[in-house]
């Protein structure tokens, strides 16, 4: 989605592209010249000319030389011996016993052995001998106990440190809205040293990511390669990974091939919304300051071309300007291009570009429709550009809207390079690993779904010669995992950058053995197949639903301990379930009864989506396309003919069916939404649960309750204050409410409906806690409190559980993103606990929540992920499963739950292995097959 700023408030983020360098060689070749001759002192290439020659002109044939040169490291690059970010005093370091992915041979090549590092550098791999062991003086020896080892993860997509987390009004420099064309601002100006993320992410794995500007303009600067670790110099410099050798006119040898450079491009609607424009402007504006580039660049060579041929005479100084040069530097194929660019409208406007003025993109980024169109990828001047890519982050605007879970996959079978990236932090780079996971889960190869955070990535961006892969010579950013990278919840043991490890006494859990293979994913052929023809748009509604029996054969049974059960349905229920002899009879008087093969999957209760405005928005970012907002009592005045101050908006009349991510979220398992009205402010009013799958409202079971509890918002907005949104609230519980609102309220006094409190901040959960007591003495009832968000609960788990209240956790996986929700408990390896850990030890009730209507399809993998994390503080199957359905309903203030059952095919509903195929809903007396 990319940070760009929407008018008024926040930006969006985000793209990329790169180039090689072809043209360098012609240029020497047409002036008839070797490398080796325009080396020789410039009075050789003069000749009989009368031209004068000047003092400086060893100086200028140097600068001309160094045009020609294509990026790169030097030749020499690998008979390093210490690496330029070692820190002195890092000791060596051996990694025994471990199952070593090294990125080589397209991410086939996998080492039973050892690593060896030192100086900041892989010095060894495999079986080392011994005696060459011996000429490390004070080697520390790690024994990964046969773990599977992999190259750092490297996020070719980030805004960390430009966009800092905890978000703060002085921390965001990602964008600049001071014009479409800005090639002169560098990221590295912006990045700040102080970032929460930093750690967090290296705790995901991650070790270099590129830091890229904003995508609010068309030319948004130049991005630059860090590695997250801290440094000894503590600086802002020390952490660039080979920046341009210019940054701080250091001088160079001038046979040295310059660095890779990074720039920023941006198309589509970021740069029209932040301008006010449209695409026209924006390709006119790359139009233009390319031509501007290309200019300089032609009186450059036609400068050079007089000097090489000794014609100084009126030569004049060399043309060069501050403002362009990096933009002059992308013709002459020494700049990567990331390319944030959604649409075919688009993709083929900077296809057409890339033509028009010769240089190369190294990759498109979001980039939703590039698998639509591949045979135009291919059309791109130089090379197709890679495309890096969401998971399954999609649909959030209108250029996102055709977006696939089976891009990454598509792609790949055209033979372009994809990669994972996570636009930090619109996603949580310190889960960068679970974007590769899931493009696994839907096709893309094991292989290339490792290379697509670590080689491909390194590839693209020039800096393949030194990570990505784990190779003799190559910088030893090395992560140690619990399990295989690919299996859900993966969870670093140790983390190496530059050969130093990052983690300080890490947690490790204990993953189930099956953990440590490449998850046996389902087969979605067919679905990748309507993706493509149907342009993007595959129908997603059940292809039909059954109101006869079904029998439901070969479903794995717990209880039989591995041995595999039928399931009898009938009107939408389970009538028998058991051994074939048990149910078998009951199905055989069913004649030509329906038989559904589930291959040993199970049929599981259906979840729960909170937390996002599912039910209520199709678009994220198109407002035509949601409920929209409600008044703000607190912020204006409510219009009397709705009630005033007293009204109350209900979500249940705001209700919209069959949005794609309604339909995704059906087709996951997320069989029910609830849902609030969407406010900036305090209040937001009566929540609604409905079903995801429903066609329209008046069709059977869609609305599952019109309304269950009152939501409301403190200390998110920052006005009125937060001790007035107390007040208020005070006032309220007190019966100081008039109309629906007083109604409302009394229905809390009285313990009826349960009051849902968006809140994040200790302090003010504290504040919550006390004046729940003050209400309930008043009203001598028990009142039902719910948090959402809750990102600081673990710090009152006593408190919070002694009160009786319940959480919803929202996002369950803790990122501080504002100064009251910093405070998180990370969980493993930064700490033991989490915060699901923690409050369930209280005996709080524990649901969790998504943010974005996207991500509801994801709720069946968040639930398994609590599992596997916890560990030794042991979440069993069903409490995982409670935490997205009934503990979440109760909390919510359903009073009936979401009954509906689904079958799951070939494995279990919370992995990577299972696939939901159908839903057994005893509500509609139906069995929909997906
Ligand atoms: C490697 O670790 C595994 C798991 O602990 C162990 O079974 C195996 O024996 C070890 N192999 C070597 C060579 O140490
Ligand atoms: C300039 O940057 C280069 C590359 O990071 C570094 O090696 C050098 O020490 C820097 N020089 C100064 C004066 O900071
Ligand atoms: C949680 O509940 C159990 C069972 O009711 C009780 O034994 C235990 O003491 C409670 N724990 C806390 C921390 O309140």
Same mark, same amino acid.
């Given at each position: ?183 002169? +601002? ?152 990331? /390319? ?106 094991? /292989? ?292 629906? +609102? ?91 606990? /989490? ?96």
């Amino acid at each position: 989605m990319d940070k760009i700023p929407k008018p008024n408030t926040t930006v969006a983020r985000g793209s990329r592209g790169g180039l090689r360098t072809r043209l360098l060689p012609v240029l020497l070749l047409a002036f008839g010249f070797s490398v080796l001759s325009l080396g020789l002192n410039a009075r050789h290439l003069i000749g009989a000319s009368p031209h004068a020659v000047p003092r400086d002109a060893d100086r200028i044939l140097n600068q001309c030389r160094q045009l020609a040169l294509p990026a790169g490291p030097p030749d020499n690059f690998h008979r390093r011996t210490v690496s330029d970010r070692f820190e002195p005093g890092t000791p060596p370091t051996l990694i025994t016993n471990a199952t070593i992915w090294t990125g080589r041979v397209s991410g086939h090549e996998v080492i039973k052995g050892s690593i060896l590092i030192d100086k900041g550098i892989i010095q060894a791999i495999g079986d080392i001998e011994s005696a060459y062991l011996n000429e490390f003086s004070g080697l520390v020896t790690v024994d990964a106990g046969g773990a599977w080892v992999t190259p750092g993860i490297v996020d070719l997509h980030s805004h960390i440190g430009v966009w800092s987390a905890p978000e703060l009004s002085g921390a965001d420099d990602s964008n600049s809205l001071k014009g479409l064309v800005l090639p002169w +601002l560098r990221s590295l100006d912006g990045l700040n040293t102080h970032d929460d993320s930093y750690q967090l992410s290296i705790a995901g794995g991650l070790t270099t990511v590129n830091v890229l500007p904003g995508s609010a303009d068309a030319i948004g600067g130049q991005a630059f390669t860090i590695k997250l670790r801290p440094t000894s110099e503590r600086s802002t410099s020390a952490m660039l990974l080979e920046p341009p050798y210019t940054i701080n006119g250091t001088h160079v040898d001038p046979s040295l091939p310059p660095r890779w450079r990074q720039m920023k491009h941006a198309c589509g609607e970021n740069p029209s919304r932040t301008y006010s424009g449209t695409r026209m402007d924006t390709i006119w504006a790359f139009r233009q300051g390319y031509g501007t580039a290309r200019k300089i660049k032609e009186e450059q060579d036609a400068y050079c071309e007089k000097a090489f041929a000794g014609e100084w005479n009126d030569l004049g100084s060399f043309p060069e300007n501050l403002q362009w040069e990096a933009l002059v530097d992308v013709l002459r194929g020494r700049v990567k291009v990331h /390319n944030h660019c959604y649409e075919a409208v688009d993709l083929d406007g900077m296809v057409r570009i890339t033509n028009e003025f010769k240089f190369p993109i190294a990759a498109f980024h979001h980039a939703h429709e590039t698998y639509l169109v591949p045979d135009l990828l291919k059309k791109a001047y130089g090379h197709p550009p890679g495309v890096a890519l969401f998971a399954t982050n999609a649909r959030y605007k209108r250029e996102a809207y055709r977006g696939s879970e089976f891009a990454p996959r598509i792609l790949a079978d055209n033979g372009i390079q994809v990669v994972m990236k996570s636009d930090h932090f619109v996603l949580n780079s310190r889960h960068l690993i679970n974007e590769a996971q899931q493009a696994h889960f839907y096709g893309l190869s094991s /292989n290339l779904a490792l290379a697509s955070v670590t080689s491909t990535p390194a590839a693209i961006m020039g800096m393949d010669h030194r990570i990505g892969s784990i190779r003799k010579g190559y910088d030893a950013d090395i992560v140690i995992w619990d399990s295989h990278p690919l299996a859900l919840g993966a969870a670093p043991q140790q983390v190496y950058i530059d050969g130093i490890s990052q983690l300080k006494n890490p947690h490790v859990t204990t993953k189930p053995t099956h953990a440590q293979k490449v998850p046996q994913t389902p087969n979605f052929d067919r679905e990748a197949g309507l993706a493509v023809e149907y342009d993007g748009l595959p129908p997603l509604e059940p292809h039909s639903s059954l109101d006869d029996p079904v029998l439901f054969i070969n479903v794995y049974s717990l209880k039989e301990t591995g041995s595999m059960g039928v399931a009898l349905v009938k009107g939408g229920r389970v009538v028998c379930f058991g051994s074939y002899s048990v149910c078998g009879k009951e199905a055989k008087a069913s004649r030509g009864i329906k038989t559904i093969d589930l291959h040993g999957g199970t049929i599981a209760p259906a979840l729960t989506s909170f937390g996002s405005p599912l039910g209520l928005e199709d678009i994220q970012l198109e407002s035509s396309t949601k409920d929209g907002q409600i008044f703000d009592p607190l912020e204006s005045n409510v219009p009397e003919i709705v009630g005033g101050d007293g009204s109350v908006i209900r979500a249940v009349d705001g209700l919209q069916f069959s949005s794609r991510d309604a339909l995704l979220a059906y087709r996951s398992g997320v069989t029910a939404g609830v849902s609030f009205p969407t406010s900036s402010g305090f209040f937001s009013g009566l929540g609604t649960a409905f079903m995801t799958g429903a066609f329209h409202k008046l069709s059977t079971g869609a609305v599952l309750q019109d309304v269950t509890a009152l939501h409301i918002s403190i200390g998110a907005f920052t006005r009125p204050s937060v001790s007035t949104q107390i007040a208020l609230l005070r006032r309220l519980l007190d019966g100081g409410g008039k109309g629906d +609102l007083g109604l409302a309220f009394k229905k809390i006094s009285e313990g009826e409906i349960p009051l849902v409190i968006a809140v994040d901040s200790a302090d003010i959960m504290a504040t919550l806690i006390q004046l729940k007591r003050e209400a309930e003495s008043k009203a001598q009832a028990h009142l039902k409190f719910t948090f959402t968000g809750a990102a600081e609960s673990h710090l009152l788990a006593k408190e919070i559980g002694n009160a009786g209240i319940g959480v919803v956790l929202r996002p369950v996986r803790p990122f501080p993103y504002t100064w009251k929700s910093r405070r998180i408990l990370p969980g493993p390896p930064m700490t033991k606990e /989490n915060a699901v850990t923690t409050l369930m030890r209280h005996n709080v009730t524990v649901g969790i929540g998504i943010e974005e209507s996207w991500s509801a399809r994801n709720i069946r993998f968040d639930a398994g992920w609590v599992a596997l994390e916890a560990g030794e503080d042991h979440v069993s199957y069903e409490q995982a499963l409670a935490l997205a359905s009934s503990n979440l309903e109760k909390l919510l203030g359903l009073t009936k739950e979401n009954s509906d059952l689904v079958a799951v095919a070939h494995g279990d509903f919370l992995s990577f292995e299972g696939k939901p195929i159908a839903i057994i809903s005893e509500a509609r007396n139906t069995v929909d097959l997906l």
